[in-house]
């Protein structure tokens, strides 16, 4: 099925209810400061947190006692998209987490209408632009939860037992979307404005749940094997509906997940379109500039690898996420003429070199 421009738009104005009732019935029983509460869903179920028992109904319900449908199980292989993730995850490790950072995350941003929402979440801590320079720990706990997330949802041991591990790092995603869309509607954004449903459609909505899982899924495959990874095509469609699995469990639509597993190319082809415009003040460039310098900081110190992030960005995110958010990315590092000259050789011996068959690959496991 083809989606008109109507069509994207009604999409827009969807959320998930089911997650929205679970988050509501968790405001209404949680003692003290509801933010405080979803700043720390990543720690359930750890010893002196939150534990699965102490969670309204409603919530354990989403984690317990929802199976997979079998209009699902009737397009995707269940068992066999977990067992051929978690090997394609093992052997490709590296490509898979650099294209996740260097193209995944950047390809989000660069959505002008989701990315709002993300420039919001970043603010729910206390981060500003001008606090980053000082402080990245925010956006180290982000980028943190982001791998294990990924590592989560794709390793085969965490899907296992009567309560896995993939499914309740799932819902605590889900519990986060829907517990920041009502921060959303009680107070409005972080400057006091209300938020603008009539341009921006509602926050977390089904279409940006459903860019984010293509960006995650597809694109990331996309960018890993662009750098090498081994993925065949049947590979690829079984991790295909293996992450169709998961977006079920994130709250996102039967119609959605059908065309998903389809048809993943035009889906991202339709949202590209839809989003990705270069606008003023675009959100997602100071996003993909934190992105950029927290690997600088953090993956790649070195001086002589500092020029890294920029370089795998440039090779993987597509022409459409440049012109929104890349061109402006750069360093805000200060250092001087020399380290900067002798950085600017380094990338082009690199950029060389990534160009040449086999070798390349080779380079990028290496840094990596």
Not at 242 to 270: Q, T
Request: aromatic share 8%.
């Amino acid at each position: 099925m083809v989606f008109t421009t109507e069509k994207w738009d009604e999409f827009r104005r969807i959320t998930d209810p089911d997650g929205d009732a679970a988050i509501m019935d968790v405001f209404a029983n949680v003692q003290g400061n509801p933010m405080r509460f979803l700043l720390d869903l990543d720690k359930m179920d750890e010893d002196g947190s939150i534990a699965l028992y102490e969670l309204p109904a409603s919530v354990q319900n989403l984690i317990t006692k929802n199976p997979i449908p079998d209009w699902l199980t009737e397009i995707v292989n269940v068992q066999k998209g977990i067992e051929v993730s978690d090997k394609v995850f093992d052997d490709n490790m590296v490509e898979l987490v650099l294209s996740l950072l260097c193209k995944s995350l950047p390809e989000c941003y660069a959505g002008w209408r989701g990315g709002t929402v993300l420039a919001y979440t970043g603010k729910l801590g206390g981060h500003s632009q001008d606090t980053f320079l000082k402080d990245d720990s925010l956006l180290v706990r982000r980028v943190v939860e982001t791998a294990m997330f990924v590592d989560h949802v794709l390793q085969a041991e965490h899907w296992v037992g009567e309560v896995p591990v993939a499914i309740r790092t799932i819902t605590k995603i889900r519990l986060f979307h829907a517990g920041v869309r009502r921060m959303i509607a009680r107070k409005g954004m972080p400057d006091g404005s209300p938020w603008n449903t009539e341009v921006l459609g509602l926050p977390i909505n089904q279409e940006d749940l459903l860019a984010t899982l293509l960006a995650f899924s597809h694109q990331c495959m996309v960018g890993a094997k662009k750098m090498g990874a081994s993925v065949t095509e049947e590979q690829y469609k079984l991790m295909l509906g293996h992450w169709a699995v998961v977006g079920f469990y994130l709250g996102i639509c039967r119609e959605l997940l059908e065309e998903f597993v389809r048809r993943p190319d035009e889906l991202w082809a339709d949202i590209e379109q839809r989003q990705f415009d270069a606008i003023p003040d675009h959100p997602g460039i100071p996003l993909t500039q934190d992105l950029a310098l927290f690997m600088e900081r953090h993956l790649f110190p070195s001086f002589i690898h500092n020029h890294v992030p920029e370089m795998i960005m440039d090779k993987l995110t597509s022409l459409k996420a440049k012109e929104c958010v890349l061109l402006f990315a750069h360093s805000r590092e200060k250092l001087s003429w020399l380290v900067r000259t002798l950085g600017l050789i380094l990338a082009f011996v690199h950029r060389t070199i990534d160009r040449i068959p086999v070798i390349g690959r080779l380079l990028m496991r290496y840094i990596g």
